[in-house]
T-cell receptor, first 112, second 112 residues
Framework: GAGVSQSPRYKVAKRGQDVALRCDPISGHVSLFWYQQALGQGPEFLTYFQNEAQLDKSGLPSDRFFAERPEGSVSTLKIQRTQQEDSAVYLC??????????FGPGTRLTVT | KQEVTQIPAALSVPEGENLVLNCSFTDSAIYNLQWFRQDPGKGLTSLLLIQSSQREQTSGRLNASLDKSSGRSTLYIAASQPGDSATYLCAVFYNQGGKLIFGQGTELSVKP
């Protein structure tokens, strides 16, 4: 079956622009996670949804980061007024049981 | 603070060698531990998941062990092949909350 998909795969933004990153989870998975992976580092947790409820957003680095999952399926991670330090790979994962997470290919964001 | 550390950061071996990657975690109250593989520009592929009640898991040439009391896990790769070249990430899951906490990864290069 289809895995987790993310779009776009690559995004170049000028500093100060807003970006929106999309995640399509595995069908039927109630849990959805966003992670940020800087170059040469392991992924770091950003936020977690169960259905449409955002249960944990403790990892969002600033109020410029906002995530939503309005119908409990597709999720969007929005970054406002992008900064160079936002350059990273943004990974989405989904889970049917919260425990075992399946990852998408990621969106590589470069802020110039 | 819950932290995960992986040693070494990078490893280069000739084809055919057996090798061990190390992972340590500060809070031993884990629910499970997972080893992932990440190829350049790609997402994460789950290799092995060890529940907290288990001591090891095996899949083909891979064997992962878990010692909760000492806060350590190892990933053993037998008879390494050039196709094993990738970054290997260790991640722990705690029952409270839903996030995975990752190590920084070990970048493995297997030379033909």
């Amino acid at each position: 079956g289809a895995g987790v998909s993310q779009s776009p795969r690559y995004k170049v933004a000028k500093r100060g622009q807003d970006v929106a990153l999309r995640c399509d989870p595995i069908s039927g998975h109630v849990s959805l996670f966003w992670y940020q992976q800087a170059l040469g580092q392991g992924p770091e947790f950003l936020t977690y949804f169960q259905n449409e409820a955002q249960l944990d957003k403790s990892g969002l680095p600033s109020d410029r980061f906002f995530a939503e999952r309005p119908e409990g399926s597709v999720s969007t991670l929005k970054i406002q007024r992008t900064q160079q330090e936002d350059s990273a790979v943004y990974l989405c994962a989904s889970s049917g049981n919260r425990v075992e997470q399946y990852f998408g290919p990621g969106t590589r964001l470069t802020v110039t | 603070k819950q932290e995960v550390t992986q040693i070494p950061a990078a490893l280069s071996v000739p084809e055919g060698e057996n090798l061990v990657l190390n992972c340590s975690f500060t809070d031993s109250a884990i629910y499970n531990l997972q080893w992932f593989r990440q190829d350049p520009g790609k997402g994460l592929t789950s290799l092995l998941l060890i529940q907290s009640s288990q001591r090891e898991q095996t899949s083909g040439r891979l064997n992962a062990s878990l010692d909760k009391s000492s806060g350590r896990s190892t990933l053993y790769i037998a008879a390494s092949q050039p196709g094993d070249s990738a970054t290997y990430l260790c991640a722990v899951f705690y029952n409270q909350g839903g996030k995975l906490i990752f190590g920084q990864g070990t970048e493995l290069s297997v030379k033909p």
